[in-house]
């Protein structure tokens, strides 16, 4: 992903619309539709393999994002969907983008907010403008996103946000502070709107991976080199995307084991500390 930093604060939701003609091979209320999906992140790595698994389920309307135009257009014509290149940090980015696929489909039923970077190494030597562009990208940009997009899905009376989180969100990793406090607001922001739109019938998954083998970590400018947990292949998120969104689930860890450690953390912090600090 590019160093592009944000510009002046984004510009105020974009209204709820009655929804626009439909057109294309799948038409709402065809057999087979499922509805129409927005994901960002989706010119590499997870995003990208959310968007293979959608079109090989198919019945999805796809809209992908994502900062590398070229791979974004290779991606969205190998999965029949549309491209909306954009930089999600800069001002506006998000509600041209929503815009876009309203214009384009008239709504949004599925949103997978998949964009993200990472950055290792001791906090004390993260430049500032690495320090802002991962709260930027990670943070910032996903909720402004979802703040244009979850209210057509209430007006519309349903709809699904599913954010990529990551274990370093849910345990910390050493390190890694800024990307582990970007996580963690994230998986504090997917239970805070889950509350809140309970009563309206769109839903919030927060999808957490452990280690995944994307470019993540050739971006981040430092390999990853522990033992454990292994990378798992970004398929594999995105199979436990699907089964969320299939199956209605909250909160997904991959690979499932994960979910020990965050139990531990959670059930008996103290011990959970002094094991983090021996074995990082």
């Known amino acids: 992903m590019s160093h592009a930093m944000s510009g002046p604060r984004s510009a105020p939701a974009v209204p709820p619309s009655t929804p626009l003609p439909t057109h294309g ?6 057999p087979g539709y499922r509805g129409t999906a927005l994901v960002t992140g989706a010119s ?38 549309t491209a909306f290149a954009a ?8 509600a041209r983008l929503t815009r876009f696929a309203l214009d384009r489909w008239g709504r949004v039923d599925l ?7 990472g950055w290792a190494g001791a906090f004390g030597s993260m430049p500032a403008a690495d320090l802002d562009e991962v709260i930027d990208v990670d943070v910032r940009a996903t909720l402004r996103l979802v703040r244009q997009v979850v209210p057509h899905m209430v007006a519309a009376g349903g709809g699904r946000v599913v954010l990529i989180g990551s274990l370093a969100g849910v345990v910390a990793v050493r390190d890694e502070a800024v990307y582990s ?38 971006r981040r ?3 990853y080199r522990r033992a454990r947990p292994r990378p798992v292949p970004p398929e594999r998120v995105a199979d436990a995307v699907w089964r969320a969104v299939t199956r209605d689930r909250d909160e997904v860890f991959v690979p499932g084991w994960l979910s020990l450690p965050a139990r531990v953390r959670g059930a008996a912090p103290g011990l959970y500390r002094r094991l983090a600090a021996r074995f990082g």
């Open 111 to 117: 949103l997978v907010a998949g964009a993200g970077i």
């Open 25 to 30: 091979p799948a038409p709402a209320g065809a």
């Open 87 to 94: 930089d999600l940090t800069r001002s506006g980015a998000e």
């Open 181 to 218: 406090a970007a996580k963690a607001a994230l998986a504090a922001f997917a239970d805070a709107l889950r509350y809140e739109l309970a009563p309206t019938g769109v839903r919030v998954t927060h999808v957490v991976p452990g280690v995944v083998d994307t470019p993540f970590f050739d």
């Open 221 to 223: 400018g430092t390999p």
């Open 44 to 81: 590499s790595g997870i995003g990208a393999a959310v968007v293979r698994r959608l079109a090989a389920e198919g019945g999805w309307r796809l809209v992908l994002s994502g900062r590398d135009e070229a791979r974004l257009a290779r991606i969205a014509g190998q999965a029949s969907g």
